[in-house]
Every structure is written in C-alpha cells, then in structure tokens.
C-alpha cells in the first residue's frame, strides 16, 4: 500500500513536470521577474502566447488583448461572433457594462491599451461582475497621496476615480519613481502582474499594500470637485515630500 502510494506521488510530480514543461516559452525563462506568474496564468488558460512559442513579455498589450484577459477571469472563454477573434469578449463586455457599447471597433482594438484605459476596465468588471465592495474613503485618499504623478491623473477626471480605487485595493502601483503615467502603455509582463491581483481579488483575498512605507506627497483639499469625484482638484502643483 506504502510502495503503490509512493509510485502515485511520483507519477502525479512527473506529470505535473511534463505539463508545465509543454506551456514553457521561448523568451520566458525562470529568473525573470514575471516568470512565476505568467506561468500560472498560462496554465489557467488566461494568457496565451504565440504560435512561435514565444510570449513577448516586453510587447505593448493592446485593447483586444486586455479586455479578453478580463474576461477570461470574469466569465471564462467567448467564442467569436464574427471574423475577430476578440468579438465575443468584446460583446461580453458591452453587454455587462465594463466598457461603453461600440467603443471597441475593430479599428481601435488592436490599438495599445493606456494604463488609465486599463483601470477603468478593471473596477467596472470588479464593481458590475465581481461585485467587490468599494475601498473606504481614507483609504483611496492615503493611495492617492502615493501618486507622484497625480496632476497628471487628475487630468482626466473620467477616468481618475477608477486609478485611485485601483491603487487603494492594491490592483495597482506605480514605477520605481512613484508615477503611475496614465497616458502610458502596458506590457504583457505588466498585464500579467494586474491579472493575477484580480484573480485575487475574485477569490476573497485582500492585496496587502502599506501606504506607509511608501514616500507621500502635499496635496492640498481646498480645490473644487468635480462630478461625484474621491477627491477634490488640488489647486496647488503636487510637491513629493522626501521618501
């Protein structure tokens, strides 16, 4: 009984071994950074990479790609309604709300996703699909003191709200430099990172994110809002306080 149990544990490590040797790439090896996450969502059938075997970490991923990673963790796999491999997930996502109805034609869809494109995508599948609560006021307010970029961020007052729950539920972060640079693009590395948070996020766990380790920044609250805003505008150029 010892012996076949035995034989069972080392035929399930050798098989395991084989599968995830079969999902390996070609430009994806063991000591880079995204490595054990990629994988992982290779395995769940959440990113896939390219018929040369190869992922492309350092790629711009576009709006078609991105919004399917969302929907994949939300809703799993949608087949196609026409010609356009994305078409399914993109009528998901109308049909759901988490992006507004033909705002993914198919001549913006293979277009690189912005990173403030990209938080909103995320806290409307999280809000209208996952149904996950909202982060406390404070909370979003200690996130945004994190923002060294923050003017930036306010510029787009659409889409502002949507970064600063992002980085009050620890979906995001910003750069070695504290900027979170709305306007950038995502590479598939970086895609991988903020999907693995959401699944996350999806299975009840809270992402541990201490805002006191990290340098603040003077934001002055005496600025109008705007709509129905987290914060107000700050009147005065956002000054980064030494970390």
Do not use: H
């Amino acid at each position: 009984m010892k012996k076949a149990l035995i034989l069972s544990i080392a035929f399930i490590m050798l098989f395991s071994q084989t599968a995830f040797a079969d999902t390996s790439y070609s430009d994806v090896s063991k000591d880079d950074w995204y490595y054990d996450t990629v994988m992982e969502l290779t395995e769940k059938e959440i990113f896939k990479g390219y018929k040369d075997g190869t992922f492309k970490p350092d790629a711009k991923i576009s709006r078609g790609e991105f919004l399917a990673l969302v929907v994949r963790i939300i809703a799993g796999e949608r087949e196609p309604i026409n010609d356009y491999w994305y078409s399914g997930y993109i009528k998901y996502a109308e049909d759901m709300e988490i992006i507004p109805e033909l705002l993914y034609s198919v001549e913006i869809a293979d277009e690189v996703i912005s990173r403030k494109e990209m938080a909103e995508m995320c806290e409307k599948a999280i809000d209208k699909v996952l149904n996950l609560e909202m982060p406390e006021s404070d909370i979003v307010v200690k996130a945004a003191e994190t923002i060294a970029d923050l003017q930036e961020v306010l510029k787009d007052r659409k889409r502002a709200d949507f970064i600063l729950m992002a980085y009050a539920r620890g979906l995001l972060q910003g750069d070695d430099k504290y900027n979170f640079n709305p306007n950038d693009g995502m590479t598939r590395a970086e895609a991988a990172t903020v999907i693995s948070r959401m699944l996350k996020l999806k299975a009840g766990e809270k992402l541990e994110v201490n805002f006191d380790k990290l340098p603040s920044i003077i934001i002055d609250c005496t600025g109008p809002v705007e709509d129905d805003s987290l914060i107000p505008i700050p009147e005065e150029p956002v000054v980064p306080k030494s970390p």
